[in-house]
């Protein structure tokens, strides 16, 4: 079993609608980032996390240290939105310094 | 200056030549980061760098060097490649170890 788990592995969805993209973690950690990479491009940060919950534009993010989960929200959506959405989790301890373990993503397509 | 370049964007070389991928960084982060990435998959750390100093090395061929001339530039060499290891190779950087990671646009190498 992989240390983190994302779901949908792939999300189809409608321009408008709300999208969530959910992230389980086995391990202990220190943060955990929400990343995009666009078809070909470079990886994009959205959001690190360590509690509650944070917002920016249309994009929130949630996580629930007790239950090792996260939640990646996307209000309505857009084809702009198309991409692969990562979670990554940076483990806690000394010698985990800069490292990061990654879901292995989660492929968004949206539809006008 | 919120951005990492990397140069060149494509590499095309043959299992016998030595090449050099460049990374840039004038945020002022500490930290520096090579990562590995294969078609569908999510990035795969190879080193990272620590005020200058290497502090993970994820058991990486010695085919590849890394080096960092100094806090903002980072380089990684090239020698006596496989097709195997034909990728998208990322840098990243962060202020430091636990911080958000700002990454490149990548470098696509493909090896003949």
């Known amino acids: 079993k992989n240390e983190v788990e994302q779901s949908p592995q792939n999300l189809t969805a409608q321009e408008g609608e709300f999208i969530t993209i959910n992230c389980s973690y086995s391990v202990g950690i220190s943060a955990l980032h929400w990343l995009q990479q666009h078809p070909g491009g470079g990886i994009v940060s959205l959001f690190m996390l360590s509690s509650g919950k944070k917002k920016h534009g249309r994009l929130i993010a949630t996580i629930n240290i007790q239950e090792k989960h996260s939640s990646l929200h996307i209000t309505a959506s857009h084809p702009r939105d198309s991409a692969v959405y990562i979670c990554a989790v940076a483990n806690a301890g000394g010698t985990s310094y800069g490292k990061l373990t990654f879901g292995q993503g989660t492929i968004l397509t949206v539809h006008p | 200056d919120t951005e990492v370049t990397q140069t060149p964007k494509h590499l095309v070389m043959g299992m016998t030549n030595k090449k050099s991928l460049k990374c840039e960084q004038h945020?002022?982060?500490?930290?520096m980061y090579w990562y590995k990435q294969k078609a569908k998959k999510p990035p795969e750390l190879m080193f990272v760098?620590?005020?200058?100093?290497?502090?993970i090395n994820e058991s990486v061929p010695s085919r590849f060097s890394p080096e960092c001339p100094n806090s903002s530039l980072l380089n990684l060499h090239l020698h006596a490649l496989q097709p195997e290891d034909s990728a998208l190779y990322l840098c990243a950087s962060s202020q430091d170890g636990w911080d958000t990671q700002y990454f490149g646009p990548g470098t696509r190498l493909t090896v003949l």
């Open positions: 760098y620590s005020y200058e100093k290497l502090s």
């Open positions: 945020m002022g982060h500490r930290a």
